[in-house]
């Protein structure tokens, strides 16, 4: 079962552009993360955050979190086209580190 | 810092026929997870390890898949028979005992059933 689900599925846009891509779960959580998978590759962890965290920033990522509404939101400033790949939330619940993926949401950024 | 290691990278076999993948965790790291990605789709937990006990297998077929990590290091996780539907990356990833979450992945194992 997949706890989070990334919107939107697809996104495409210029480089240069900011790339926003939303998650929104279920149930009650103790952290939650971000990942990136570039085509036939594993999966880079990029940002996490904590139940009590409301942002937090890495570079050119933002991550926002919202418990009351159970959603995060990763934004990607000043796009490039190696940002080009399926961007994966998952979240961690109870006193377990099992993280559980959503669907993903696919980007692409032309040149 | 080595990352995690898997193999073999690609597998293609015929239904009915038993198939192995192997992975090597960070060194250190006594958390260990092996998930199975569906093409568009995210992972889904297979099984995790701490140390050399299995604490979350409920989501392993067990009348066809079976898994060890003899010594708490290095995992096989293992298909006999596979079914067509087994087809799919089998991705191992690793996670240190002081981390909050973060895992860290290898490049997974793609298998073709033929």
């Known amino acids: 079962s997949q706890q989070g689900e990334e919107d939107p599925q697809a996104l495409s846009i210029q480089e240069g552009e900011n790339a926003t891509m939303n998650c929104s779960y279920k149930?009650?959580?103790?952290?939650l993360q971000w990942y990136r998978q570039n085509s036939g590759r594993g999966l880079v962890h990029l940002i996490l955050?904590?139940?009590?965290?409301r942002e937090k920033h890495s570079g050119r990522l933002r991550v926002t979190l919202d418990t009351s509404k159970k959603s995060s939101s990763l934004l990607i400033t000043a796009s490039r086209a190696a940002d080009t790949a399926s961007y994966f939330c998952?979240?961690?619940?109870?006193?377990?580190?099992?993280?559980?993926f959503g669907r993903g949401t696919s980007l692409i950024v032309h040149p | 810092e080595a990352g995690v290691v898997q193999s073999p990278r690609y597998k293609i076999i015929e239904k009915k026929q038993p198939v192995a993948f192997w992975c090597n965790p960070i060194?250190?790291?006594?958390?260990l997870y092996w998930y199975l990605q569906n093409l568009g789709q995210g992972p889904e937990l297979l099984i995790r390890?701490?140390?050399?006990?299995?604490?979350?297998d409920s989501q392993l077929p067990k009348d066809r898949f079976s898994a060890e990590r003899l010594k708490g290091v290095d995992s096989t996780l293992k298909i006999q028979p596979a079914e067509l539907g087994d087809s799919a990356v089998y991705l191992c990833?690793?996670?240190?005992?002081?981390?909050?979450?973060?895992?860290?992945f290898g490049e997974g194992s793609r298998l073709t059933v033929l």
């Open positions: 990833a690793s996670k240190g005992r002081d981390s909050p979450g973060e895992l860290f």
């Open positions: 149930t009650s959580i103790n952290n």
């Open positions: 060194s250190g790291h006594n958390t």
């Open positions: 390890y701490e140390n050399e006990e299995a604490v979350d």
């Open positions: 955050i904590r139940s009590n965290e």
């Open positions: 998952a979240t961690s619940s109870g006193g377990s580190y099992i993280p559980t």
